[in-house]
């Protein structure tokens, strides 16, 4: 069974600058989640999809921020304008259904200079 | 609020030998509880889950944790570590009703010598 895939791997950009990450959850997995790991810190939730609705976005700055999974599958998050204090992995996470074990994939490694 | 302390940020041991590491958590009702690794470059893995009942929980890769209320504890235990536990490992309680929102510690880094 494949695993949580994200892309890319790793980014660099600039302040100001806008950036997009992808990630797709193991197959069938309803539930979605996006975290935020800033180094020396554990993940933070971001945002938590079912399906394709938001059920949880109570973190996740909507000043700069968003998210989308559209058809429910494949989740993007995008960052515009990305700050310098923004620079941290993003990690995604997929379960089959709420409360459920939840898989993470390996991250995206941000660095905004 | 629900919180989740680590209090060792970086903890040594020797090859075999036995490991603890310490979580304590806040919250008010019986919380959900979890311990994650994770190793360079990849993401967090699943060791093992506390939901009610036997206070003592095996997990896999011959980990185990204990509940202890009493406490607010949850340490994770390992009788006699290998060079590959090196790794991160994270603590985590589910929050209230929704136990998948989880919070995280802010982790121990694990290092074994030879």
């Known amino acids: 069974e494949a695993g949580v895939a994200q892309s890319p791997r790793y980014k660099i950009i600039e302040k100001r600058q806008s950036v997009a990450f992808w990630c797709n959850p193991i197959?069938?997995?309803?539930?979605l989640y996006w975290y935020q790991q800033i180094l020396g810190q554990g993940p933070k939730l971001l945002i938590q999809?079912?399906?394709?609705?938001?059920?949880?976005d109570s973190q996740l700055p909507k000043d700069r921020f968003s998210a989308e999974r559209l058809k429910g599958v494949d989740s993007t998050l995008k960052i515009q304008p990305a700050k310098l204090e923004d620079s941290a992995v993003y990690l995604c996470?997929?379960?089959?259904?709420?409360?459920?074990?939840?898989?993470f994939g390996p991250g995206t490694r941000l660095t905004v200079l | 609020a629900q919180s989740v302390t680590q209090p060792d940020i970086h903890i040594t041991v020797s090859e075999g030998a036995s490991l603890e590491l310490r979580c304590n958590y806040s919250?008010?009702?019986?919380?959900?509880l979890f311990w994650y690794v994770q190793s360079p470059g990849q993401g967090l893995q699943l060791l093992l889950k506390?939901?009610?009942?036997?206070?003592l929980v095996q997990g896999i890769k011959g980990f185990e944790a204990e509940f202890k209320r009493s406490q607010s504890s949850f340490n994770l235990r390992k009788p006699s570590v290998h060079w590959s536990d090196a790794a991160e490992y994270f603590c985590?309680?589910?929050?209230?009703?929704?136990?998948?929102?989880?919070?995280f510690g802010t982790g121990t880094r694990l290092q074994v010598f030879p």
């Open positions: 919250y008010g009702a019986t919380p959900y």
């Open positions: 985590a309680v589910g929050a209230g009703w929704d136990t998948d929102k989880l919070i």
């Open positions: 996470a997929s379960s089959s259904d709420r409360n459920n074990e939840q898989f």
């Open positions: 999809f079912q399906n394709n609705g938001v059920v949880d």
């Open positions: 506390y939901f009610s009942g036997d206070t």
């Open positions: 197959s069938g997995h309803a539930t």
